[in-house]
């Protein structure tokens, strides 16, 4: 093979790989959706990540308008290492997250938008851990 030809061949890998790595960041996929007693807004838990052995899965729970996408940002929880995930709505404006495990990196207790009602219409969100530690197995 010429040097020509190499470096051709080297070009196009380096731009698969790029493209390989960007398609594997950007993947998202909808778990599960609940929607609230009064159907006004659904609870949207999305999974991203998981490009390969040494990176998992992150794990994103959005409250969005009923029937609407989440967007790019506005999450109420953001975990990984989560397990036995669900969501309960204790009541129309009340979401309780259930979880045996989870690394929390970030909770909004509160949610609301102008969509809904001008910010008047309050989703009350609350963590419900289940298992003995919340951290499960990680860290002992």
Wanted: hydrophobic residues 40%.
């Amino acid at each position: 093979m010429g040097a020509r030809a190499g470096q051709w061949v080297r070009r196009r890998l380096v731009l698969l790989l790029t493209l390989s790595i960007a398609a594997c960041g950007s993947a998202s996929d909808e778990m599960w959706r609940v929607a609230s007693p009064d159907l006004k807004v659904d609870a949207v838990f999305m999974r991203s990540g998981g490009g390969g052995p040494a990176v998992g899965f992150s794990y994103k729970l959005f409250i969005v308008p009923r029937g609407t996408k989440p967007g790019k940002s506005g999450e109420c929880l953001v975990a990984d290492n989560i397990g036995s995930v669900s969501a309960v709505w204790a009541r129309p404006r009340k979401l309780e997250i259930r979880y045996d495990r989870a690394r929390i990196f970030s909770f909004v207790n509160f949610w609301s938008s102008k969509e809904i009602d001008n910010f008047k219409y309050v989703v009350e969100l609350q963590l419900v851990p289940t298992g003995p530690s919340q951290l499960g197995e990680l860290y002992q």
